[in-house]
Each structure stands twice: as structure tokens, then as C-alpha cells.
């Protein structure tokens, strides 16, 4: 990514209130980096829209939780429905949780499973 943003005519200013104590932390953080408060502001925008996401990974709930914590909740709701998690559910959620294969992947898997169960 260029990091090197030209001001034009139609820059605007964006004010945003932190803690003292913060923006003097992270100020200093952004120097020891080479960079500043504002280009690093700018970054984030510029990703954002490159990506038309937000570039950082964000937690809707209050706490992060670890991937055993999301697998049992998971494996609860499906045995509420009668539908236990065998072994391999399990280590296929894992898998997902520590980014070893994608949601995708493992539909695909369990879809090409269930053809071939179909076909005996």
C-alpha cells in the first residue's frame, strides 16, 4: 500500500477525542515506526476503502471467547436439536477456528461426504 497521501483541494479535517494517555502512547509507538498519528489515520481510511471493510478485526461481544468456548456453544445448540457433533464436527470447527480451512472448505467436505453416503 502507498502510504504517501498528497493533500489536495479537497481534504477535510477529522477531529477525533482520545485520552491524553493514549494518543501520547500511540504517538510515540507511531514514531518509533516512522510514521505519525495522521498517516497512520489516513492508512486505516485508505484500506478501508480499498477493502470496503474495516481493516482490523472487530468484537461484537464483550469479551473475546476461545475457539473451545465457540465450539461448545456450537455443540450445545445442535444437541438442543437432536443433533450431536460427532468427533470429526468438532475437529472441523477446530479447524476453522485456528484458520486451518475455511468455512467453504468444509461445506464442500461435508457435501461431497453426504454424496457419497447417498450413492451406497
Given at each position: 500500500m502507498?502510504?504517501?497521501i498528497a493533500k489536495?483541494?479537497?481534504?477535510?479535517?477529522?477531529?477525533?477525542r482520545v485520552p491524553a494517555d493514549l494518543k501520547r502512547r500511540t504517538a510515540e509507538l507511531f514514531e518509533s515506526l516512522g510514521t505519525n498519528?495522521?498517516?497512520v489515520i489516513?492508512?486505516?481510511?485508505?484500506?478501508?476503502?480499498?477493502?470496503?471493510?474495516?481493516?482490523?478485526?472487530?468484537?461484537?461481544?464483550?469479551?473475546p471467547i476461545s475457539a473451545n468456548e465457540v465450539i461448545d456453544e456450537v455443540?450445545?445448540?445442535?444437541?438442543?436439536e437432536d443433533m450431536p457433533l460427532t468427533e470429526e464436527n468438532i475437529q472441523n470447527l477446530r479447524d476453522i477456528e485456528l484458520g486451518l480451512k475455511s468455512p467453504d472448505q468444509v461445506r464442500?467436505?461435508?457435501?461431497?461426504?453426504?454424496?457419497?453416503?447417498h450413492k451406497k
Open positions: 502507498n502510504t504517501t489536495t483541494q479537497n481534504d477535510t479535517l477529522i477531529q477525533v498519528t495522521s498517516a489516513k492508512m486505516m481510511l485508505v484500506r478501508a476503502d480499498e477493502t470496503k471493510s474495516i481493516p482490523f478485526k472487530i468484537h461484537t461481544n464483550g469479551y455443540a450445545a445448540t445442535f444437541a438442543l464442500q467436505e461435508l457435501l461431497t461426504d453426504i454424496k457419497r453416503r
